[in-house]
């Protein structure tokens, strides 16, 4: 069966520290990757997905970068953070056949920007 | 651009009670539907996926229906039980692999 690792799972940075949080998926080969950031009240965010090995889509211009440096590796990272990047980071993955698209998520990581 | 809003933002009732959850879009071109819960401070999990060819899934206590023509889904829950009491988001999955999410339905199921 697939399982979805994040970590860490909590994090608590300085504005102005460098961030980098890891997604890793077992069970599967070739997943769509997706990072979300979730804010406190409000709905899921998407800001990058990737279709394969060092294949990045950003959604939104924002303070954040990911990689893919491995098939079922990806990687969230900011080289200063902000306090606005504080929230709910989740990684989720999909394979698509045919018309057949569904979603799994991670148990996320909380980040705190102080 | 896609547009996932999900009425009403929180719903409130007693155990054993039949609810509906809804969720509409802007877009009809969708793959598929997919409704996920979340707890708090917890990851989503999904619940149910209906593809664009379909009207409706059922598991168990649940069932959702799928409505392209007029961008609707409900999600039915039958016999509300406390341990239901979650975030319900329901999202769409439109080209490239690309879903939309809606804000969410908090719900909260009194014993």
């Known amino acids: 069966s697939q399982t979805i690792h994040q970590w860490p799972a909590t994090l608590v940075q300085p504005v102005g520290s460098p961030l980098s949080l890891e997604c890793t998926v077992e069970?599967?080969?070739?997943?769509?990757l997706y990072w979300y950031r979730q804010a406190a009240g409000r709905g899921l965010q998407l800001l990058f997905y990737s279709v394969g090995i060092g294949q990045i889509s950003s959604e939104v211009p924002q303070n954040l970068s990911a990689s893919r440096p491995q098939d079922r590796q990806f990687i969230l990272s900011s080289k200063k953070l902000l306090l606005s990047d504080s929230g709910f980071y989740l990684c989720?993955?999909?394979?698509?056949?045919?018309?057949?698209?569904?979603?799994?998520f991670g148990p996320g990581t909380r980040l705190t920007v102080l | 651009k896609q547009e996932v809003t999900q009425i009403p933002a929180a719903l409130s009732v007693p155990e054993g009670e039949n609810l509906v959850l809804n969720c509409s879009f802007t877009d009809s071109a969708i793959y598929n539907l997919q409704w996920f819960r979340q707890d708090p401070g917890k990851g989503l999990t999904s619940l149910l996926l209906i593809q664009s060819s379909q009207r409706e899934q059922t598991s168990g206590r649940l069932n959702a229906s799928l409505d392209k023509s007029s961008g609707r889904s409900t999600l039915y829950i039958a016999a509300s039980q406390p341990g239901d009491s979650a975030t319900y988001l329901c999202?769409?999955?439109?080209?490239?692999?690309?879903?939309?999410f809606g804000s969410g339905t908090k719900l909260n199921v009194k014993p």
């Open positions: 989720a993955w999909s394979v698509q056949a045919g018309s057949y698209n569904e979603q799994f």
């Open positions: 999202a769409v999955v439109a080209g490239f692999n690309k879903f939309y």
């Open positions: 069970g599967t080969s070739n997943p769509n």
